[in-house]
């Protein structure tokens, strides 16, 4: 199918911009949502047998001024200049994923472009919403043990104090626990300070020292991967990212080694992105897939089993798919566990938390005023 004469070539008119450059590279990308938007509309142009250069340029001036809105000006101009759609996509430097110009290529040259573009929709739609499926996740817990700091300090500063300064006059000690509370009551801003401080700290240390190095974005990685739960949620999240791509670019033809290349760069995990090159070099030299993962490490045996026997029968694509999938669902296991069970599971820990704190912080210094009012009587 093809956009007009040929969906990689231009349409008949329009200005250029003799200026125009390709994007630098250090710019940064468009957003899930913004990549989406960019494919959906190249698809409904392209379904449409209209001009892309002329599309595109008119869809610029209707969008308010960011990174979507130049991007797609810039192919516009791309485009009247005489270049193919994924040539365009290319300039687009950092912007765009690099596996998006060369699916499109690859659409192209199959006569599949339409094919192509949906299977792009559906799987940034999968993953845009699996990211707000994982943040959804954790953000309950997260206000749940801030509602819990909140209720300590509350404690700390306005209900035990009112037992001080009666103990005090009859010069009894308060308990150690009743003097943790008191001290968190007293200072709330270090309490909530510290928090603050360590997360600063972490950005600070990453932004400097783990983000700068390739070995330190890999360390940074193994400490996010070593949390209960959500380190393994987030591995599995990426690997079925990893492999679901792999196989769609695999299944439209695409070169297995350059396949391995593209969803390397657009992984964002540091030690998978390390193996799936070691992998590439191995497999451009006639090593097999699944030996080449083997020597790597870099997914189970079960999984490493999967993928050499889809590739020694010819099912390659399909079976990543299917490792996607046990990916995906194992992904989705842990984040149906940080909804349903870790939340409630905080909430009976900060009951039980309170609970002590009341029948410890509270009632033993009440139960200690009691006592000395009646004089001791009590143990009679």
Do not use: C
């Amino acid at each position: 199918m093809s956009t007009g004469p040929d969906p990689a070539k231009p349409g008949d008119g329009g200005e250029f911009d003799e200026g125009a450059g390709p994007m630098p590279r250090s710019a940064a990308p468009l957003s899930a949502e913004d990549l989406i938007t960019l494919n959906e509309e190249i698809a409904g142009m392209a379904k449409a047998g209209l001009p892309l250069d002329k599309g595109l340029s008119a869809l610029a001036r209707e969008m308010v001024s960011g990174r979507l809105q130049q991007v797609t000006a810039q192919l516009a101009v791309d485009l009247k200049a005489g270049l193919t759609l994924p040539e365009a996509l290319e300039r687009q430097g950092g912007r765009v994923p690099p596996y998006y110009a060369a699916l499109l290529a690859a659409g192209i040259r199959s006569g599949r472009i339409s094919e192509v573009l949906g299977t792009l929709t559906v799987y940034a739609r999968s993953l845009n919403e699996f990211r707000a499926t994982i943040v959804s996740s954790l953000l309950y817990p997260l206000i749940v043990l801030v509602m819990g700091s909140v209720l300590l300090v509350f404690v700390g500063g306005f209900i035990l104090p009112a037992y001080v300064g009666i103990l005090e006059s009859f010069k009894m000690k308060l308990p150690f626990l009743s003097e943790v509370v008191l001290w968190v009551g007293r200072h709330p801003l270090q309490v909530v300070a510290a928090p603050i401080a360590l997360v600063i700290g972490w950005v600070l240390l990453e932004r400097l020292w783990l983000n700068q190095t390739p070995e330190g974005r890999r360390l940074r990685t193994r400490i996010v991967y070593s949390l209960p739960i959500a380190g393994t949620l987030l591995r599995s999240a990426r690997l079925a990212a990893f492999t679901d791509l792999l196989g769609i670019l695999i299944e439209q033809g695409i070169p297995l080694p350059e396949a391995m290349r593209l969803a390397a760069e657009a992984s964002s995990d540091p030690l998978l992105t390390e193996g799936a090159r070691r992998v590439e070099a191995e497999i451009s030299q006639g090593v097999p897939l699944g030996q080449a993962l083997q020597a790597q490490q870099l997914w189970p045996e079960l999984v490493i089993w999967m993928v050499g026997f889809g590739e020694k029968q010819g099912t390659l694509p399909a079976a990543l798919k299917q490792v996607a999938q046990m990916y995906r669902r194992e992904a989705e296991a842990r984040s149906t566990l940080l909804r349903t069970v870790l939340p409630p599971l905080l909430v009976i820990i900060l009951a039980a938390s309170l609970g002590a704190l009341f029948i410890f912080g509270l009632m033993a210094p009440f139960i200690a005023l009691l006592d000395g009012l009646s004089g001791g009587g009590m143990k009679k």
